[in-house]
Structure formats: structure tokens, C-alpha cells
């Protein structure tokens, strides 16, 4: 008998992200069609982006005590946003970035530099990314190789966030 | 209103551990013990002791699914034990050992030189860290200080498991 | 008395570039520049770029031995090519690009999306980057603010290797 | 043709041994005798015994400038003691006790939890372990096996510093 491991996917974007801008609600609407579809959401566990996506993931109907999961870059659980079900404190800084791409898949937000060393990761170690197109480095890369590693293969360009869910689930 | 984060005990000791040896009954025992009184159970996710906690978490009557995290050496998740329900791929290998040592309160159940880091940087981070009576560096290094960066302060010795998840409790 | 350590400068770009390509000779070319003005020259120790900068840094008249420095991502020290002095194996995988990203400035040729982490994690710390204008990362983000971390900061574009070693000598 | 490259011994002990206590003078001895014998020294950078082998190695007749690596937790090459001539700052914190661990061999001297944690990674990993008789967590360890996972093997228990040298010299 096999065991059903649920699926984890990665949330990243700008930690400054307000409430109030695209990517943080973005964020909400993709954490919580991340739960509705059985997935559990992982995050670097501050804020911006982080934050929103776990509140989304909270908003689900089929949200359970435990979806939610921050890989914080200081040792101190408490750093990690009050969303945050599962805390993983690394002590890396943003060496965390690292361990955040090792999900089963990525789905990117907007973001500065902190989202392009994760989408650059992610790259290299082969996962499925999916960019969201709005203004920042997912905007950016979105439909882009990175490098030649990955022939015939792109970050997958995503027009809102739905699709994003969508086109993540579709290359699982 | 404040945040209710569930604690995560790390339970560490001989990945080697087969299901009669006393580590691996300790550490379901153990791992039973720490969801029967609502916390998490973090290991090295691989096997032995690994193993043995989390089938004791999964065997309590509090045990939800998101109780079992898995801090894995590789990147790939299907490397976990298959009592993992979170599942955090480091590519880190032994250095994983130090992301462990970041949970809220440690446990050790035996263990050779990787449980023995373990012990070494959760000492060095100020953790609370409990050690089982049995043969193995927990057995060898409970009672002790590693050195004089914590005055007054032990890697507090265990008799039997139930004891260990006791004076853990005591110490958070 | 003030003690004077010798700077270091890190050379990151393609792994894959072949002798024959602009990026490995432009590597020797800035290797033996940085040697030939007091620096010493750290890589991720592997080919391509990295051996390059190797070769050019030795062909110095100012060469010593111990101005090439190889931080590796296994733990095999004879990973490192025949040209590196000073060997650090990290066992850290593609994570080591974090350290690299660590010396005192940093100049990119070229580059896929290993080369595109280095200058990502290089940004988040605030270190001086240098982007040589050919093919690649670093002929994309020259001239470019990664986010808006770095007021009035960008990437520092160069026309050709030796106008790389003066701007960024320029910068320290 | 092969190239020679020089092998590089970690000196690991107490940072905070004073120039009074015979583990900074073991240190200093130790660091010597290793230049002597055409090695590099490699250190986490501090203080302690980390400067003691560093001025040992500036001692030695066959000293050059790049013998001495200090391999720092912070980001800031100014932490390294004056005595570093090659720092690699890793931004890894207590982490890279893993990477120092992965020098050619090891030679620890005294120590607290820190330098236990180096010892146990040394170990996981299969290097030559040379340990000081002296108070500390090499004095303990000298003669042990610190777990089944290296059969017939032990922690090597050298009498005096010199010793320590000639022990590990004849593991190589």
C-alpha cells in the first residue's frame, strides 16, 4: 500500500508586499486554491507574500491545522508570521531560499532579489515553476529559460492567479 | 489575541535502530507520548528512531495528519519514511542535523555520531535537551554540561520514555 | 598596527563554457588582472569560467601560490581543477554559491541560472557586482537595480574585462 | 602530470582558551609543526585556540602568506583574527563547523560543544581525527570510536602536539 504524501508547494514573492498590493492578494487567492486542491503551502514565514498566501491557506474550506509551513532564516520560531502552523527555523539567512525550493513545486509572486535567488534555485534543480505575470521578477521571467539545463523548458508564465494553480497542477 | 503555535520536539538517536531494539520502542513510546500531550514530533525523517517516533505519534488518539515532520539530508521527499506527513527536503546532508536542533525542545534516544552532533549544536544553541538512559551517546551524555557556556545547566538525563517527555515538559 | 589582508574576488559564471568562448577568456583575462593589482581570486572551483580565471589569475607575474581559491559543492577535495590552490570543500551543493557570494565584490561573466543565484545572493548582502556586457546573466542584469534594496545601487555594467577589474577596484 | 596540491589540517579547539592555557600553546605548536610539514592550517577564524594555530604557522620558517584559512560563521571578513591570510566568511554560523570538518584532517585540542560538534561531523564523515590529551572534548574522545559506523577505527589519541602531527602525518 502506498502512502498518500500530500504535496507541498512553495509561495514566494516580496516579504514587503502590503495588503493592499496585487501580489499579497494574489497571494490569498493562491494559498487558498492551494488548500482547496489538497496541496499544503510552504513559505519563508514572514511577511508580504508569505503572509498572505498563509492567510489564504487558512481561508479554505478544506484548510486543516497544519497546511501552513514557514521555513524561517533565524533560529527563533517566534520570527515566524501567527499564520504559521508548522515553523522550521534554519539559522541559513537567506540560505533558507534553498531549502524552500525543494518543494514539489514553486509558484512565484511579483518579488525582488530574494525571489530571484529562489526562482534561480528552483531552476536548477529541475521543479516546476510557475510565474505569476504581474510587475517583479515572476513578471519578468514568466515564459523565459533560464538557462539551457532545461531544454524545451520554460518558467511557466501565469495571467492570474488561478491559472497559476491551475498550470502548477497540470505539470504534477 | 495571541498565536497558539503547537511545540515541535525533535526526537533524535540511530537511524539504524531495528524495530526490537530498545531505541526504537523508546522512541514510540515517545513519539505516542509527545501527541498525547499536543505537540508536534520533528525527526531526520529516515529510519530507526526516525521511524520509531513517528508511529508512536501516528498511534495516539490526539494524532492528526501534520503531526510527523520530516527534515530531510537529500532533496527528494520520496526519501522520507513513510509516517511522514510534512515533509522539508534540505539537500543539506548531515548538516540537515542542525536545522533539527532549531525545534522548540530535544529528545535523544541512544544514538552514534550523528545524534551526537545533534546533541553537540542544540547544547550550543541553548536548547532544553532530554536523554534517555540507554546505551548510546543520549545514555552517555545525560546527567552531563558539554561545557561551562551554560552554567547550572545539564543535558537532563531520563530514566524511560515517559519520564523523558515529563521533564521535557517541565523545562518549556 | 593594522593587519592588511589581501582582498578576495570572487569570479562566477558558466561551468560549461568551453576555451574557445568569449567567457573563458575573458575569465583569464580578469584573473590575471585582479592578480596582477593585489587580489586573490576565489570560484567555485569547478571548469569552464571558474577554470579560467584560475589560469589567468597563475599566469600573473605577481602570482603566489595561494591566489586561487576553490569553495566546492561536494566534500572531495580533488573535485577542485588542477589550477585551484586553496581547496574548501562544503558539502553544500548548489548552496555554496551563497558563500562565494561572501567575498569582497564580485564579478560575473556570462552565466545561466547558477551564475543568476550568485548575483541574486550577492545583491541581498550589498556587495560591490561587477557584470561583464557579453551573452548571459551577467550581460542581462548589467546596468540593473535587482529590487529596490539598494537605493541609487546597481548592478555595475563593463564594456570588457579590464574595465570589469577597474570598476570594481573603483568601488572598494 | 598530477598537480600537487599542499592538504589543508583543521586545528579545532576552544575559541576562548587564553594565551595562558595549554590548549593555545598546543595550538601554536601544532600550527607550526604543520607548516613545517608543508600543510595549510584551517580554522573557524576566531580566537582561542583558532589564533593560536594561526601564529604558530606564521612561526614556521616554511611559512607563506596563504597558509593560514580561517573559515568564519559570519559574513564580515573583518571578524577573522589577524592572523588569517585567505577568509572565507560563510554566513553559516555555528553551520560551518561542517565545512572545517571537511579539511584533509582534523586536529582538536581541547574544546567545548563546538568543537565536539566538529569532532562528530569529522567522524560521520571518515576523516583522520587526531586528538590532544588534554581537558576537553578531545581528551575524552582520544583512543574512542564514536560509533560502529567506521570499524576498527578510533578517534587517534596523540600524547603531546608534536605527536599529534606525526600521528596524523602517518594517516595520510
Do not use: C
Amino acid at each position: 500500500m502506498e502512502r498518500e504524501r500530500r504535496k507541498v508547494v512553495a509561495v514566494i514573492g516580496s516579504g514587503s508586499a502590503t495588503e493592499e498590493e496585487p501580489g499579497y492578494q494574489a497571494a490569498s487567492i493562491i494559498g487558498r486554491s492551494l488548500v482547496d486542491n489538497g496541496f499544503r503551502v510552504m513559505t519563508g514565514g514572514l511577511h508580504g507574500v508569505m503572509e498572505g498566501a498563509f492567510i489564504g491557506a487558512k481561508s479554505s474550506k478544506r484548510y486543516r491545522e497544519g497546511d501552513t509551513i514557514a521555513v524561517l532564516p533565524g533560529i527563533d520560531p517566534d520570527d515566524a508570521n501567527m499564520h504559521s502552523d508548522i515553523v522550521i527555523p534554519t539559522g541559513l539567512g537567506i540560505g533558507r531560499n534553498m531549502i524552500v525550493t525543494n518543494a514539489d513545486a514553486i509558484i512565484a509572486i511579483g518579488g525582488g532579489s530574494g525571489t530571484l535567488s529562489e526562482i534561480a534555485f528552483s531552476w536548477q534543480k529541475g521543479k516546476t515553476i510557475v510565474a505569476l505575470d504581474i510587475p517583479g521578477w515572476s513578471g519578468e521571467l514568466g515564459g523565459r529559460a533560464l538557462d539551457d539545463r532545461r531544454p524545451d523548458d520554460v518558467v511557466i508564465k501565469a495571467k492570474d492567479p488561478h491559472h497559476a494553480v491551475e498550470l502548477m497542477m497540470s505539470e504534477l
